[in-house]
Nanobody, 129 residues
């Protein structure tokens, strides 16, 4: 089993920055694909950025150039640095890791949330205009 513990959410004004962290513990079987998802009320979770075991990175168009995904040297902590934030970035952010179908699925931000084994508890990010 893998536990994902998220931290770093909060409220900022438009143009501000926040950094989310997602610390993993337990089994090492999760680094194949890690994705940051965002959920707003009434909608499903949508991926904003992904990183795979080879450190290949992918971003949704809405955040490209403003958000940066990274991992620490051990690969056990995932980060999402968010800059030049906009009100539409508001939502609950989750990190997800570990694909059910690791051998058959390409890791990118657009994956269905159902593809992932492990989830963080979620953290609220609010950007005011």
């Amino acid at each position: 089993q893998v536990q994902l513990v998220e931290s770093g959410g909060g409220s900022v004004e438009a143009g501000g920055s926040l950094r989310l962290s997602c610390a993993a513990s337990g089994s090492s079987y999760y680094k194949d694909c890690m994705v940051w998802f965002r959920q707003v009320p009434g909608k499903g979770r949508a991926g904003v950025s992904s990183i795979d075991v080879y450190d290949r990175i992918n971003y949704a168009d809405s955040v490209r150039g403003r958000f940066t995904i990274s991992r620490d040297n051990t690969g056990n902590t995932l980060y999402l640095q968010m800059t030049d934030m906009k009100p539409e970035d508001t939502g609950t952010y989750y990190c997800a890791a570990g694909l059910f179908r690791s051998a058959n699925v390409y890791c990118y931000h657009g994956l269905d949330p159902k593809e992932f084994r492990y989830w963080s508890q979620g953290t609220q990010v609010t950007v005011s205009s």
